[in-house]
Nanobody, 121 residues
Framework: QVQLVESGGGLVQAGGSLRLSCTAS????????MGWYRQAPGKQRELVAT???????YYMDFVKGRFIISRDNAKNSVYLQMNNLQLEDTAFYYC???????????????WGQGTQVTVSS
């Protein structure tokens, strides 16, 4: 089995910061892309940022200059440092990773259970 588990969400005032963590575990042979998505009430799940490799990152416009995505391959982990949080950042945040399991030719996308981020004024 492969699982992704997020942590680090919570309640923060506008302008504050949070750091989300996600760790993959289980029967893993390889991981390529890792990323963060979020879903606010009444909206579709949307991409926040991705890191296909240890030195490549992509950000959606609404978080550029505020959020930083990073990964630690030795720990099978991806992080999202969120700075200058705004009310509109309130959402349920999900970790995603494309993973190949041991002795399996297939690549599949896996999702964490999510962690709530709430920003107050």
């Amino acid at each position: 089995q492969v699982q992704l588990v997020e942590s680090g969400g919570g309640l923060v005032q506008a302008g504050g910061s949070l750091r989300l963590s996600c760790t993959a575990s289980g029967n893993i042979n390889s991981i390529n892309n890792m990323g963060w998505y979020r879903q606010a009430p009444g909206k579709q799940r949307e991409l926040v940022a991705t890191t296909p490799t240890h030195n490549t990152t992509y950000y959606m416009d609404f978080v550029k200059g505020r959020f930083i995505i990073s990964r630690d391959n030795a720990k099978n982990s991806v992080y999202l440092q969120m700075n200058n949080l705004q009310l509109e950042d309130t959402a349920f945040y999900y970790c995603n990773a494309r993973i190949q399991k041991v002795s399996d030719w297939r690549w599949n996308d896996y999702w964490g259970q999510g962690t709530q981020v709430t920003v107050s004024s």
